[in-house]
Antibody, heavy 126, light 109 residues
């Protein structure tokens, strides 16, 4: 059974870079059917997609965060990572990694996020 | 940018009642790109519905999705105690590539 696990510092200082890693177990990150993504949720608020990556390294980001976000993949370790630079208190959130699956039933393509990590809380504070 | 607006913000119902949740898109969304998730406190979201109306693996048939274009609905036919949670709709496709609605909380009346 595929599992995702987020890891990284729980406390980051303002203006510094937040770095998180998602480890994929029970399956390969190098599958052609999947993208791998990061989503965050500020305390008491809704979900915000940050960006996604394919095992080849192809990425796409939320335009609202694009200037500060880098997502990378390490297929040898079955991991993908998030870096968010110049953080402020507004970046305090639970950060989730998730798998985006595509199901094809000709002529339709279905996209959804079907496997999620448990989430990790990141607080931005001095 | 496609904005998803969910209503109502909070739905107060009793176990056994029917819940009807709305998700309205600011522009037309392909049905195959519309999903619904359930989130309980302290947990990650769980996929319920994809393609607007297809139940994900293991999801009870009391959950159903419908709609097209700009109007989508999640229906829970008879609320069980474990169904009280927050529900999010999500679309894939237009920039930003993936967006979520603001959520509807289904609470016990």
């Amino acid at each position: 059974q595929l599992q995702l696990q987020e890891s990284g510092p729980g406390l980051v200082k303002p203006s510094e870079t937040l770095s998180l890693t998602c480890t994929v177990s029970g399956g390969s990150i190098s599958s052609s059917s999947y993208y791998w993504g990061w989503i965050r949720q500020p305390p008491g608020k809704g979900l915000e997609w940050i960006g996604s990556i394919y095992y080849s390294g192809s990425t796409y980001y939320n335009p609202s965060l694009k200037s500060r976000v880098t997502i990378s993949v390490d297929t040898s370790k079955n991991q993908f990572s998030l870096k968010l630079s110049s953080v402020t208190a507004a970046d305090t959130a639970v950060y989730y990694c998730a798998r985006r699956t595509v199901t094809i039933r000709i002529p339709y393509y279905y996209y959804y996020m079907d496997v999620w990590g448990k989430g990790t809380t990141v607080t931005v504070s001095s | 940018e496609i904005v998803l607006t969910q209503s109502p913000g909070t739905l107060s119902l009793s176990p056994g009642e029917r819940a009807t949740l709305s998700c309205r898109a600011s522009q037309s969304v392909s049905s195959s790109y519309l999903a619904w998730y359930q989130q309980k406190p302290g947990q990650a979201p769980r996929l319920l519905i994809y393609g607007a109306s297809s139940r994900a693996t293991g999801i009870p048939d009391r959950f159903s999705g419908s709609g097209s274009g700009t109007d989508f609905t999640l229906t829970i036919s008879r609320l069980e105690p474990e169904d009280f949670a927050v529900y999010y709709c999500q679309q894939y496709g237009s920039s930003p590539k993936l967006t979520f609605g603001g959520g509807t909380k289904v609470e016990i009346k």
